[in-house]
């Protein structure tokens, strides 16, 4: 469970959800003849724990607008905003790999300009999925300050990482939720993430949220619950 | 130019082809086999007895229609269909609000949209814009970007009122209230 001063990394509770099994095809594979891969999600599930009960909440959803997720979100009473950030990134800086133009700071600044860019508009939760890891460097702490501030004090975001260290390439996914603690992942093919994020790294990189809460694996994707 | 496709201007249709743009198109479901949702093909022309905007048509300023109104051209402004079905073709790249009881889109569309009932976004749509529906259909390969709120009212939930035979083809209830620009 949280608490408001904890800023440590936690892996006592994550054990617990680890042993309830990952269900992951053995055809899951990175080009998009695959079929969807159902797999069981820890962090989905405390995700949507936290807002049980409540009703009209702005939830913002970065893989994309999928009929999977406007129907599960909607459903509950929420309004849901959808972007694909990873299509996003594609359209402002030129299809995948495209780094080198990311650390261009004009480039830089148009992106920020134009996306995110909500001048009164708060979000009561936010899927984050793995859109962060395919941010360069630079433009990743201006982003989590955008988000910071989009985000309403005591908001929860779910944030996953690879685990890999070598920064080579991994497949991407289109999340879709199943249900409350199930996913789909539809292949889209492969992307090289900008860098790897460590537990410390993703700590640091919140260090200006309340919290932040690991989920252990068994696959290859670290799950992360991030508290406003 | 307002009223029913012209043969020069859109290929001839194969007998048996479906022409309803707007037909029901069941929602993809979560555990969807592939990214090609088998539904029926979208259709690329307008349906007969509906007034068509086509594709080489500039339009600046605001569109009201009181009958179904297909849009393949260029529009900044506003489109409204009250109470009427409103499909933004394949072509089309609209830079607009729009307002209609259904919406279907094959196109790009900049700008906010409310469909009373529904709004279905096709494979290959691009709309970025809030949208503002009873019900939402999108496909996979659509991209949309900006917020969904789903209109939980009555309102939203009545039957659609059937539009009414259209009398005459010049009789074009279509009205646009600026300049138009046809390119050649």
Partial sequence: ?228 | MWNKKRDDEYTPKPAGQPVHPAQDVKPEPASYASTSAPVKAPAAEPPRGVAAIGKSVIIKGNILSREDLWLDGEVEGTVEVPEHRLTIGPHAKLNAGIRAREVIVLGGVNGDVEAMEKIDIRKDAKLVGNIKTGGIIIEDGAYFKGSIDIIRSQEAAKPAVQPRPKEQPTATPVAAAVAVEQKR
């Fill in chain 1, 1 to 228: 469970m949280f608490t408001d001063r904890w800023k440590r990394s936690e892996t006592a509770d994550a054990r617990s959800h680890a042993a309830s099994a990952i269900e992951t095809s053995a055809h899951r594979n990175s080009d998009n003849s695959a079929s969807p891969t159902k797999r069981r999600s820890s962090g989905l599930e405390q995700f949507f724990t936290h807002i049980r009960g409540e009703e009209n909440l702005d939830l913002l959803d970065f893989s994309g607008a999928s009929q999977a997720n406007i129907e599960f979100i909607t459903s509950m009473g929420h309004r849901l905003y959808s972007e694909d950030l990873i299509a996003t990134l594609d359209f402002a800086f030129g299809g995948p790999d495209n780094y080198g133009k990311q650390l261009d700071p004009v480039h830089q600044q148009a992106f920020l300009a134009q996306n995110l860019n909500f001048k009164t508009r708060q979000f009561d939760g936010a899927l984050l999925w793995d859109a962060l890891e395919f941010l360069a460097p630079p433009l990743l702490p201006p982003m989590v300050d955008r988000l910071r501030d989009i985000m309403k004090p005591g908001a929860y975001m779910l944030a996953l990482f690879h685990t890999e260290e070598r920064c080579e390439a991994v497949p991407t996914w289109h999340y879709r939720i199943a249900n409350g603690n199930t996913l789909l992942l539809a292949p889209r093919g492969s992307r090289r993430p900008a860098q790897h994020f460590s537990n410390r790294a993703v700590e640091k990189l919140f260090q200006d949220f309340d919290n932040v809460k690991f989920f252990l694996t068994r696959d290859s994707l670290r799950e992360v619950i991030v508290k406003r």
